[in-house]
DNA sequence: CACATACTTTAGAATAATTATAAAGTAGGT
DNA sequence: ACCTACTTTATAATTATTCTAAAGTATGTG
């Protein structure tokens, strides 16, 4: 286990433990998403153009859709929307919130935004997660 | 002017100031739609589900949308987005709140969700609302 | 009323995002 | 090397939505 595979650990286990053996196709768009500094937003048709912009071989798109849904499936992505029928995923799994800006989308820190008061859960039902989205338009 | 004309009025102006010449498919769409006690949230699918299925004349698909796009583009209709690549409209224009109870939209009214902590604005940018979505799980 | 004209409705085609299918490719395990 | 299960891929299918162009309707004018 050389330094190369220790620092590709992470983004492999991912895949692996999303159950997906870590092919060349699936340790490639899992680097893409995991293996950097800032987390993102992107919807599938953009991750397969960045992607495949730069490669000779394409990755086919089959193959984009199935690697995102099993790791969104396993947790290591969320899914989340604009009002554009179109799905967004999210590298960053942790509880936070989101300005909208024109189509762009820009993270809040959870412990930016705190509630002075909010509503019970209906009977027999419990509060997953609170997520709150600040629209945002242009000065004056 | 008679009982039945002023009662309808509301949802004809709507159609009215949405630059909606008020033909017959569009205020059976309008009075569907807001002549009637509680808000509610619709697909288009929906909409046109809900309506065509008591007539014998069918609406067609493209009246539905283009009505309700331009209800919504005249500010009568607001649109969100759950996770499903399908554009939801919600009757309720005021600025509320929502619980998603798998699929299922719930109003939380404005009140019953005040902020004790919220970040401001990027330079050259204000607010222009603030929404929480609050998802629901099954107890235990 | 008799048209002209502009606005509408509609069926069906087109588009975009996503999912399904099934054939060809690949990776381990023996 | 070989079997077998898992993958990838091209392509077809599906779903939500928008576009197009033809046929229908309303309104104003003489
Ligand atoms: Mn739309
Ligand atoms: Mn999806
Ligand atoms: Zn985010
Ligand atoms: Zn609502």
């Known amino acids: 286990m050389d330094k190369m595979n220790s620092k590709n650990k992470t983004f492999i286990d991912k895949l692996r433990s999303?159950?997906?053996?870590?092919?060349?196709?699936?340790?490639?768009?899992?680097?893409?998403?995991?293996?950097r500094k800032?987390?993102?937003?992107?919807?599938?048709?953009?991750?397969?153009?960045?992607?495949?912009?730069k490669r000779s071989k394409k990755i086919s798109t089959a193959t984009f859709y199935n690697t995102v849904h099993a790791l969104k499936s396993a947790g290591y992505?969320?899914?989340?929307?604009?009002?554009?029928?179109?799905?967004?995923?999210?590298?960053?799994?942790?509880?936070h919130h989101h300005f909208?800006?024109?189509?762009?989308?820009?993270?809040?820190?959870?412990?930016?935004?705190t509630?002075?008061?909010?509503?019970?859960?209906p009977k027999g039902k419990k509060i997953k997660n609170v997520e709150v989205v600040i629209r945002l338009e242009n000065n004056n």
């Open 18 to 35: 999303s159950g997906l053996r870590p092919t060349n196709q699936r340790v490639e768009i899992s680097k893409f998403l995991f293996d």
């Open 100 to 113: 909208f800006d024109n189509g762009k989308v820009i993270d809040i820190k959870s412990d930016k935004i």
């Open 77 to 95: 992505l969320k899914e989340f929307s604009l009002e554009n029928n179109t799905s967004y995923y999210d590298t960053n799994i942790t509880s």
């Open 38 to 53: 800032k987390t993102f937003h992107f919807t599938v048709e953009e991750l397969k153009n960045s992607m495949n912009s």
């Open 115 to 121: 509630f002075q008061k909010l509503p019970e859960a």
